[in-house]
């Protein structure tokens, strides 16, 4: 099992130094992976509840500094020699399907075949007017779409493609990325659509994964449709995104079954060795801090009291 830490990409803790401090860092403490998360714009006003809050409140609406995300990606990855680095996720509408192939591919190739591409498809319809991109409403073909495109980039020496939004013959894309066929894809989200087009399953309090029971029935039926489309479940990788944990969770999820990552270390370790055994392979996790001494010493204390201990 490997385990994973958020880069913050927005905020005080997103200055150069401190943002670069703390890839250097968990690197060194021992974490496997950081994701980095993707906001171009964020809009004044925005209509939609946030999918990934209790409250639908979006904690980056309140303003302040934001990098855009591949840029931040191939800076952390200038930084780092064996962090790999997770989108997580990328809003696949929001980028030209040819340009943000060639970005992908170019991070892959410089960071050394570091770059694992977590997608989604977007929720906030502001964003997208924002950015000019297919409405909101069209955003899970475009998304399909787009990855198809993708993949046709990433693998055919002369790579030819006719969609209802994307076009291209008759070019050269080179050189293609360093990861064979190409970067590993984890689809964000739970619901139907992201299931279907899944590879990574996390938490969303719309299709709540928050206790093993949930969990374990939202695998399941993962693997199902997985084998309904022709492929092998094994093949699948679980990976779980921990917003929060400890003492300030509620014991019980409101299944009435344990609330996941609740309670002291000693049940956080219960819940990772659980996972393990069930074969999820990448865990990640959010810390904080007020200065970037504060999140480090978070991620070492955690690192060393629950982790090294699964």
Known sequence: MQFGFGAPVSGPLSSPDNLARIAVEGEAIGYDYATISDHVVIPRDIEAKYPYSDTGEFPGRAGGDRHEQLTAVAFIAAKTSRLRLVTSVTVVPHRPAVLQAKMLATIDVLSKGRLVF??????????????????????????????????????????????RYVKFDNIRFEPKPAQKPYPPIWVGGESGPALRRTARIGTNPQHRLDSMKRYQAGVERLRRLTREAGRDPAKISLVYRVSSWGKSLPARADDGERRLFSGEAIDIIADLRGFRDFGVSHVDFSFAGATADAMITDMRRFREDVLAKV
Do not use: S
């Not at 977007?122 to 779409?145: H, I, S």
């Not at 990855?147 to 020496?157: G, H, K, P, V």
């Open 118 to 163: 977590g997608i989604g498809a977007g929720w906030m319809r502001e964003e997208f007017e924002a950015l000019g991109v297919p409405p909101l409403a069209e955003r899970g073909v475009v998304t399909d779409e787009y990855l198809n495109a993708f993949r046709e980039l990433w693998t055919n020496d002369d790579p030819r493609f006719e969609g």
